[in-house]
């Protein structure tokens, strides 16, 4: 295999660490002056590292050599040492479980060290097996997930097992499976996943036995097998994409991983087991183990080893506390994404139907899962997983799309005899990733960690995984009118955090086309994608630097995409102006010409910077002199301004506000003033802001009308004995006062929002209540951030009600016909307004959808109040079909 185009692991860490050492600092000093290491700790410290890197070379006879050559001492010293006993097991159980790919190169080194001391492959055995027992008996953690990779292991192993051990256990675990499942009229997800597991470790025990006898075993196992009854259960819920009601064809039709199986092994079974999917490792191994049991001492025949049964448990639900993969199968189905088969084609990634198409995800998810404190560590792993299995498998690394054509044309044409392969194990490593980042209902690890991987594949092979990404990301975006909407949000994050991380390169032309054709539009997936991608970079950027990024170069020559700059204006209205004007002259009564004046003439200073902060921006007035009650104003920030001051200080301050402001509304007059001010000082950052906040969270209680939790002889305010009307009235006023300071940063007015709600000072609700009425939460993208924030951290039940039943009403506030399947039109000239509804509608559905799968699909004591909101949706397919969600 040429993996010329691969750093090799040596290159990729030197080149991690280079960030904490200088040159000329003294640090290669001083190592080499660090205390002397015990001889006994170093060895086990080296054969350790040796057995952690079996099989990176990617050779089969240097491999072998090499493992030979580690055997020597552990053999030698593996009684001896208890240090070295008790540091070799639990790393080859590390290896078999965080990095199962492999399993046969540790294999490898266990056979050879039986035929030198059996001893060794006796502790290793059984150190195994007492580890499957511990795991079932800890009735805790992923024991299914585990006790897999440990019985792949122990099928290599075939050879000195005695009296074919192994295929009892497999029966002991398949019948388990069956007798779970057997009497149940619901899907059991511990049956499931067991059933599962042991039908993907089956073509492990013909890694190293290919005799009859043994191939009689295994199909006896896929006879046994098929007596296992796969309980159907419908989860459209969970789909990754959705045809909204025949407006679109899906990409693929969603399978589940359990139907999936069987079916792969029956077709080996028809090749009468005659797969090449293992390295072979007879011709080099062979020599050998003979070489070893001729030199030993002790016996030369080949010892074999008892591999007993297990006490299994009495499963039910409440008995076991899965978690990681194994808490995936038992709370729902299990499906697969799809990505890279549906861009090309031929194959570039093995077909999910088949077996080496289930058995590199399975590798893949858990490389990803077990291996997740270490991120870098599982980029690299995921990047040479080919390097352990058949070489004919695959494409060379980073084979181009272009020479991928090549192939299969000569494939097609005969040229190829046999035929070359067309699989990308980087399309199997991103494709296994983003399945991952797409697992609904929610992913195993947060999602930050996936993108993590997603960049150390990126940066240890860029060459090779750039254009990988790529196909993905086109994939993505080509079906964003059928993808869930909570995975459009999670695709957005990645490809901002992509773009972020690699100078915000992108194809941007290949979207202009699109943006010109939607322009009309303000809901349509495709142009909210664009929008809220641009501007969640602004937010880890900054405009001059997002827009240097919209250019091509065509003919050589670099052309502005200026059909983004309008994206650039990240503002939560169209016409910011417009809306200040209106907001400051309703607030003051007047000076409709002042404002405008006033206005006007901070765009012309804004105009004559070459490089605007977020703070630039911001249009604070009440301190102007120009304006009335400018006096006021500075009192009361030069008051906020102060350190601290009493609240009896406070109290007085807010009265003389209203005495002193001669406007419509005066109480709303000072909430605004007040908050903006807050808001203003502390605009340097939002640490600033929530510093100040935080500092005076009672006083602004007081204005809030929130209960306040005086503390010790902290001087109590006046009470303005205040209405509920009048509180929810002054809630709204607070939430409106930080829109209007901070409009053009929608990020900042939710961030800020965020936290007079953790303070007590705003009620959530009324968050909720504004995203919806102008469907921000729909449109933007910050919005939809922090309400799914708030959610995580508040108190569900009445917010869940409260947001089913908005969105229900605003469902039925688009007034599309009641009797059938609301139709999206393609866009024209004259239908735009009509195909926004169109497109709202759908995604409401979706956004509801999203909250239904995390907050109301499990067992709920408020299921049936959200089940009775549900039924007020007017138009009845999308009634019926939400109501069937409960099923």
Not at 425 to 451: C, G, N, R
């Amino acid at each position: 295999m040429d993996n010329s185009m691969k750093r090799t692991r040596d290159e990729f860490e030197e080149d991690d660490s280079r960030g904490g050492q200088y040159e000329g600092s003294g640090f290669n000093n001083f190592e080499a002056k660090r205390q002397h290491i015990d001889p006994a700790q170093e060895l086990t410290n080296n054969i350790c590292k040796d057995i952690r890197r079996l099989g990176e070379t990617g050779d089969v006879e240097n491999l072998v050599a090499d493992t030979n050559y580690i055997t020597n001492p552990i053999v030698a010293e593996f009684e001896k040492m208890d240090t070295l006993r008790n540091a070799i097991l639990p790393t080859i159980y590390a290896l078999i479980t965080e990095q199962p790919h492999k399993i046969s190169a540790i294999s490898n080194l266990v056979l050879i060290c039986n035929a030198k001391n059996f001893v060794v492959a006796k502790y290793v055995i059984e150190y195994l097996h007492s580890k499957i027992q511990s795991l079932l008996d800890s009735k805790k953690g992923s024991p299914f997930n585990h006790i897999k990779n440990i019985l792949k292991f122990l099928s290599t192993l075939t050879p000195i097992i005695e009296d074919y051990g192994i295929i009892q256990i497999y029966k002991q675990f398949l019948n388990f499976a069956i007798d779970l499942q057997k009497d149940k009229e619901t899907r059991d997800g511990a049956a499931q996943e067991i059933y599962y597991n042991v039908l993907i470790a089956i073509p492990y025990l013909l890694s190293n036995d290919k005799s009859d006898e043994m191939k009689s075993h295994v199909n006896d196992l896929v006879e046994l097998a098929t007596t296992f009854r796969i309980v159907y259960q419908p989860a459209s819920v969970l789909f990754p994409f959705d045809a909204r009601f025949n407006n679109f064809e899906l990409p693929y039709v969603p399978r589940q991983m359990v139907d999936l199986i069987l079916p792969a092994l029956l077709s080996l079974q028809k090749q009468e087991w005659n797969f090449e999917l293992f390295l072979d490792f007879k011709p080099f191994l062979d020599p050998v183990i003979e070489s070893s049991l001729a030199n030993n001492s002790i016996s030369n025949e080949l010892i074999k080893h008892k591999l007993p049964q297990f006490s299994l448990p009495t499963l039910d639900k409440e008995s076991f506390q899965l978690d990681s993969i194994d808490k995936l199968w038992q709370d729902n189905p299990r499906y697969l994404f799809q990505v890279y088969n549906n861009t090309t084609s031929y194959e570039t990634v093995p077909p999910i139907e088949s077996y080496y198409g289930l058995f590199f995800k399975d590798i893949a998810f858990d490389i990803l899962t077990n291996l997740s404190f270490n991120k870098n560590e599982t980029a690299i792993e995921l990047s040479i997983l080919d390097m352990f299995f058949n070489q004919k498998l695959f494409a060379p690394p980073g084979t181009s799309i272009d020479q991928l054509n090549e192939i299969e044309k000569d494939n097609e044409l005969g040229a190829n005899d046999p035929k070359l392969s067309t699989w990308k194990i980087e399309d199997v490593a991103v494709e296994s990733i983003l399945t991952m980042i797409f697992q609904l209902p929610a992913p195993l690890e947060v999602e930050m960690y996936y993108y993590s991987v997603l960049i150390s594949c990126c940066r240890e092979s860029p060459e090779s995984i750039a254009p990988v990404f790529g196909r993905a990301i086109r994939f993505l975006y080509n079906h964003l009118e059928s993808l869930d909407y909570e995975l459009k949000l999670r695709f957005l994050d990645w490809m901002s955090i992509q773009l972020s991380n690699f100078e915000f390169s992108w194809k941007w032309e290949e979207w202009v086309e699109d943006s010109k054709k939607y322009r009309d539009l303000k809901f349509h997936p495709k142009k909210n994608f664009i929008k809220n991608l641009i501007a969640k970079e602004i937010r880890l950027s900054n405009k001059k630097r997002i827009k240097d990024s919209f250019v091509d170069v065509v003919e050589d020559q670099v052309v502005n995409l200026d059909e983004f700059y309008q994206y650039l204006d990240i503002s939560m209205v169209p016409d910011v102006k417009e809306y200040i004007l209106e907001y400051d002259s309703a607030l003051y009564g007047g000076s409709e010409d002042k404002l405008k004046e006033l206005f006007e003439r901070k765009q012309e200073l804004l105009s004559a910077k070459s490089t605007l902060t977020a703070q630039d921006e911001i249009f604070f007035n009440f301190t102007n002199s120009e304006l009335p009650f400018h006096e006021t104003g500075s009192k009361v920030y030069d008051f906020i301004l102060t350190h601290w001051k009493s609240n009896s200080d406070f109290n007085d301050l807010y009265k003389s506000v209203l005495e002193e402001v001669d406007a419509p509304n005066r109480e709303k007059f000072a909430i605004n003033l007040i908050f903006q001010t807050y808001a203003y000082i502390g605009s340097r950052s939002i640490y600033s802001v929530v510093s100040i906040l935080s500092r005076d969270i009672n006083k602004l209680k007081f204005l809030s009308g929130a209960t306040i939790d005086y503390v010790g002889e902290e001087a109590q305010f006046e009470d303005l004995h205040l209405t509920e009307d009048q509180k929810e009235e002054r809630q709204v006023w607070i939430i409106d006062a930080i829109f209007r300071i901070w409009i053009h940063q929608p990020q900042v007015v939710f961030l800020i929002l965020e936290y007079l709600i953790e303070f007590g000072i705003v009620n959530p609700k009324y968050l909720l209540q504004k995203a919806l009425e102008s469907n921000l939460i729909i449109d933007n993208v910050s919005c939809m951030e922090s309400i799914n924030r708030v959610l995580a951290n508040s108190k569900l039940k009445d917010l869940i009600l409260q947001l089913s039943s908005g969105i229900i009403s605003n469902l039925n506030k688009l007034e599309h016909p009641t009797d059938k399947p609301v139709s999206i039109e393609e866009v024209t000239e004259t239908n735009a307004a009509e195909v926004d509804k169109q497109w709202l509608f759908y995604e409401y559905l979706g956004l509801l959808k999203s909250y239904f799968r995390k907050y109301v699909s499990q067992d709920v004591d408020y299921a049936d109040e959200i089940k009775e909101i549900f039924t007020q949706l007017e138009n009845v397919p999308a009634r019926e079909e939400i109501l069937n969600w409960f099923n």
